[in-house]
């Protein structure tokens, strides 16, 4: 069984700096590229970033673009963002997904989220 | 950027009656769509890919159909578990998906 479970939400306040992480079990982690997808208190869904399975290849929304780093640790089966110059508008529940394989694109199973507050 | 409306915003159905969910793309998206099902407090969950692939363990009531920009999600006969938030998404301008806003189904 897919499992991802998030960790490192808090509040933080504007400016600042956080990490997430995202333990994977259940497949075969470096077989897949992995996201991030985002959803503000409320709204819908936001897609944040992209890593290829082997890390060589990263990508990110144009509205954390140089602000937000993704990684990823094939040998401890861990995903990570990396959040800089946090705003308000980074409010959210950061989920960790994987992609369903072969370039997809396709976000096929989700962790439960980690909330992230930016607020002073 | 490919911007991904959906309608309506919230659809009253009746458990057994059948739902219907549009999803438009500003532009073509191919048959490059997913629907995904979102309940309270929970992450979502993939149910169609490709417009009109089943993910897996999916129950047959939900498909999908559609192409280029015109997209739709039916459940034939709703059962209690299906009332949720439903999103499409693109990923056909890879690997940037773009979400709808999404649809509430609710009870009637």
């Known amino acids: 069984e897919v499992q991802l479970v998030e960790s490192g939400g808090v509040v933080v306040q504007p400016g600042g700096s956080l990490r997430l992480s995202c333990a994977a079990s259940?497949?075969?982690?470096?077989?897949?590229?992995m996201h991030w997808v985002r959803q503000a208190p409320g709204k819908g869904l936001e897609w944040v970033s992209l890593i290829s399975w082997d890390g060589g290849s990263t990508y990110y929304a144009d509205s954390v673009k140089g602000r937000f780093t993704i990684s990823r640790d094939n040998s401890k089966n861990s995903l990570y963002l990396q959040m800089n110059s946090l705003r308000a508008e980074d409010t959210a529940l950061y989920y960790c997904?994987?992609?369903?394989?072969?370039?997809?694109?396709?976000?096929?199973?989700w962790g439960q989220g980690t909330l992230v507050t930016v607020s002073s | 950027e490919i911007v991904m409306m959906q309608s309506p915003a919230t659809l009253s159905v009746s458990p057994g009656e059948r739902a219907t969910l549009s999803c438009r793309a500003s532009?073509?998206?191919?048959?490059?769509l997913a629907w995904y099902q979102q309940k309270p407090g929970q992450a979502p969950r993939l149910l169609i890919y490709g417009a009109s692939t089943r993910a897996t363990g999916i129950p047959a009531r939900f498909s999908g159909s559609g192409s280029g920009t015109e997209f739709t999600l039916t459940i034939s006969s709703l059962q209690s578990e299906d009332f949720a938030v439903y999103y499409c998404q693109q990923y056909n301008n890879w690997p940037r998906g773009t979400f709808g806003q999404g649809t509430k189904v609710e009870i009637k």
């Open positions: 532009q073509s998206v191919s048959s490059n």
């Open positions: 259940g497949f075969t982690f470096d077989d897949y590229a």
């Open positions: 997904a994987k992609d369903m394989g072969l370039g997809s694109g396709i976000p096929d199973y």
